[in-house]
């Protein structure tokens, strides 16, 4: 098995959720709580990964952070480095590409949230902060754990546009799918079956466990309310 392409892949499902997190969040909670009528053309572009080809995706992530993109050009000024085919680059194009997957749980989550609640916690005196975390994200976190898995989970099996954005350097953007793939064309299946059962065996126990610890927030709620 190649162990460092597994290593790369987790490191990199990691900082995406993370980020996907940090960002996604309040996305996710202006568009369920904001006001504006341009709001559905925001869940539209969240949603464009859903729909479009890894390939476009990462053919446009690739072409933005170019080094005759503006964005690749004071990239490179900062650090003297390139974005596209490196582990940044590549954790860009992961953010992108997994947005949907942590903001559509969070929005149906926050939508599952009786206003109620809220307008009880204003009346009380919390600000929005304080009914942010003492309120909403207790009330959501089914939401957030499904935000993470799905994240994480699909961040672990990129292909398309890891492959786009970050090529295929090993220690660097050479990830578990590329690494199955190159296997496989190889016709070395044994290794690549013994990476593809490794990484099934991961997932489903991340799967279980999560989805358990789901199952005891629910069971705990009433007594924590």
Not at 83 to 96: D, M
Not at 108 to 116: E, K, L, M, S, V
Not at 151 to 156: G, R
Not at 192 to 205: D, E, K, R
Request: charged share 10%; proline share 6%; net charge positive.
């Amino acid at each position: 098995m190649d162990w460092t392409a597994i290593g790369v892949s987790l490191r990199l499902a990691f900082w995406t959720t993370v980020i996907l997190l940090i960002l996604g969040t309040p996305l996710a909670y202006w568009l369920t709580f904001g006001r504006g009528r341009g709001r559905f053309l925001v869940e539209a572009v969240v949603a464009l990964p859903l729909v479009l080809p890894p390939t476009v995706l990462g053919f446009y992530i690739l072409m933005a952070t170019g080094p005759k993109s503006p964005i690749g050009r004071l990239y490179e000024a900062l650090t003297g480095r390139l974005l596209p085919f490196s582990f940044q680059g590549l954790l860009v194009a992961s953010v992108l590409y997994s947005l949907p997957f942590a903001v559509q749980p969070l929005v149906t989550a926050f939508r599952g949230i009786d206003r109620r609640l809220l307008e009880a916690a204003w009346c009380l005196g919390s600000g929005p902060l304080t009914t942010f975390f003492r309120v909403v994200v207790p009330l959501a976190a089914p939401g957030f754990w499904t935000a993470i898995v799905l994240s994480f989970a699909h961040t672990v099996g990129e292909f398309g546009v890891v492959l786009m954005v970050g090529g295929n350097l090993p220690g660097v953007t050479r990830t578990v799918s590329i690494a199955i793939y190159d296997e496989v064309q190889a016709l070395n299946y044994a290794a690549a079956g013994q990476t593809a059962l490794a990484l099934l065996v991961f997932s489903f126990v991340v799967l279980v466990a999560v989805y358990s610890l789901r199952r005891d927030v629910w069971a705990l709620w009433p007594m924590k309310s």
